[in-house]
C-alpha cells in the first residue's frame, strides 16, 4: 500500500512539473502589488526598449486606460483619465510583458488611435 502510495505521488509531482507553464525571467514583466511597484515595473520595461517599441507600449497603456471611456466629456471630467497611468490598469496587466500588453491592448481596447507626421 504505501508503495503504490509513494509511486503515485511520484508520478502526480512528475506529470506536475510536464505542464506547468514556464515564465521567462529574463522578459520584464509588471509587478501589479501596489501602484508605486507597478510605476516601477513599467520604467524598468521602458527603458531597454528601442524607441519604435517605447511609442507601441505607450500607446497600449494609454488604450488599456480608456477601456470603457465613451466620450472626451468623461476625460474632462475624470482627472485620473487626463494622464494614461499604469498604475490605473496595473490589476488589468498585472504580470505581462511589454509583447502581451500591446497584444491585449490590440485585442480589448475600442479606442483607435492614428499617428501622423511620422
Avoid: H, W
Amino acid at each position: 500500500m504505501r508503495k503504490n502510495t509513494i509511486i503515485a505521488v511520484s508520478l502526480a509531482v512528475l506529470f506536475a512539473s510536464c505542464t506547468t507553464t514556464r515564465v521567462d525571467r529574463s522578459v520584464s514583466r509588471i509587478d501589479a502589488s501596489t501602484t508605486e511597484a507597478a510605476e516601477a515595473s513599467y520604467q524598468r520595461m521602458l527603458a531597454p526598449l528601442a524607441q519604435a517599441k517605447q511609442m507601441q507600449l505607450a500607446l497600449a497603456v494609454l488604450a488599456i486606460n480608456m477601456i470603457g471611456v465613451n466620450s472626451a466629456y468623461e476625460v474632462v471630467n475624470s482627472p485620473e483619465l487626463q494622464t494614461s497611468s499604469i498604475g490605473r490598469i496595473k490589476d488589468r496587466v498585472a504580470g505581462m510583458s511589454a509583447d502581451e500588453i500591446i497584444a491585449y491592448a490590440a485585442k480589448n481596447s475600442t479606442l483607435r488611435i492614428d499617428v501622423s507626421g511620422q
